[in-house]
Each structure stands twice: as structure tokens, then as C-alpha cells.
Nanobody, 123 residues
Framework: QVQLVESGGGLAQAGGSLRLSCEAS????????MGWFRQAPGKEREFVAA???????DLADSVKGRFTISRDGAKNTVYLQMNSLKPEDTAVYYC?????????????????WGQGTQVTVSS
């Protein structure tokens, strides 16, 4: 019933850019927050960025100054603009939705998850 669909992943060279999209149902999109997490092989899933319905944002220290999270209410879509990409950004990126107020930088706040989209950055 509730679906999150990511797109925009792919291959990029170091220093390049990619723009990820996450399209959600109306109810899910209007939840307290939507966020992006990523997981590289052999590593734990880590927080990347989040945005609340009130447009407050949070970014992981590792991506501050390079990534930007935004939303388009008309399209019920959340975006992650990824600039100045590094090989260390290589991972599967997951979109998630938090139904109620909570700690938006933690996995525990999120109930719904997309299937993920692969981002690969070459040096």
C-alpha cells in the first residue's frame, strides 16, 4: 500500500554529480520526515540526510557542503542532490519515511523503506 520508489542512481566519476529521487504516496510524503540512508558492502547502514514536513533538514557530517536534500510537494517527491562525489560515497542508497515526530538522523525513526538504488563513484 505504501510505496517509496527511488531513482537516479548510477555511475559517476569522482567530482561528479548525481540526483536521486524518491517518489512516495501522499500520506507517506506528508509524514513527519523523509530521509536518505546508505549502505556499503561490509558496513552498517548509515544516515545521509533528512527533511521534515516543516522543511527542517539534517545532514551527516560526511556529506555536508556536498549533498542537499529537498522536496517537491507538487510531485510528492524528495530529492538528494549529490555533488563533489567521492569514491567513499559508493553505496546502495535507501529512501525512508518517518510517520511521526522522532530523531530523524536515526534508523529507529523510520517505518517505510524503498528498495534502494546503487550509486557507484570511480576514482
Amino acid at each position: 500500500q505504501v510505496q517509496l520508489v527511488e531513482s537516479g542512481g548510477g555511475l559517476a566519476q569522482a567530482g561528479g554529480s548525481l540526483r536521486l529521487s524518491c517518489e512516495a504516496s501522499e500520506r507517506t510524503f506528508r509524514s513527519y520526515a523523509m530521509g536518505w540512508f546508505r549502505q556499503a558492502p561490509g558496513k552498517e547502514r548509515e544516515f545521509v540526510a533528512a527533511i521534515t514536513w516543516g522543511a527542517n533538514t539534517d545532514l551527516a557530517d560526511s556529506v555536508k557542503g556536498r549533498f542537499t536534500i529537498s522536496r517537491d510537494g507538487a510531485k510528492n517527491t524528495v530529492y538528494l542532490q549529490m555533488n563533489s562525489l567521492k569514491p567513499e560515497d559508493t553505496a546502495v542508497y535507501y529512501c525512508a519515511a518517518a510517520p511521526v515526530r522522532g530523531p530523524i538522523a536515526r534508523r529507529s525513526a523510520y517505518t517505510y523503506w524503498g528498495q534502494g538504488t546503487q550509486v557507484t563513484v570511480s576514482s
